[in-house]
């Protein structure tokens, strides 16, 4: 059964860091592309970043890129995404997902696997 955990999830005042992790079970980590999404209260759900563990190629959404930094370990088959200088308008629920195949444009579409979320909320 394919599960994914997403935990380190918090409250943070702007201009802050948390790191998430994403613990991946039941499928062949480096075979499968894992993604970070969030989403805000009211809003839809965004894709923030992503990375194949196989080969580290990674790929980052505008709000993400200069902030955020993903990474893998494939030893323990988890995805991090580090996130720092955070904003008021971070604060979403973050959720990682897996979809089979190497980083690839569309980066943040078609995943077929999710897990449960974790929220942030960075205050002002």
């Known amino acids: 059964e394919v599960q994914l955990q997403a935990s380190g999830g918090g409250l943070v005042q702007a201009g802050g860091s948390l790191r998430l992790s994403c613990a991946a079970s039941g499928f062949t980590f480096d075979d499968y592309t894992i993604g970070w999404f969030r989403q805000a209260p009211g809003k839809e759900r965004e894709g923030v970043s992503c990375?194949?563990?196989?080969?580290?190629?990674?790929y980052y959404a505008d709000s993400a890129n200069g902030r955020f930094t993903i990474s893998s370990d494939n030893a323990k088959n988890t995805v991090y995404l580090q996130m720092n200088s955070l904003k008021p308008e971070d604060t979403a629920i973050y959720f990682c997902a897996a979809r089979w195949g190497p980083t690839l444009l569309p980066y943040l579409e078609g995943y077929d696997y999710w897990g449960q979320g974790t929220q942030v909320t960075v205050s002002s």
């Open positions: 990375i194949g563990p196989s080969d580290g190629t990674s």
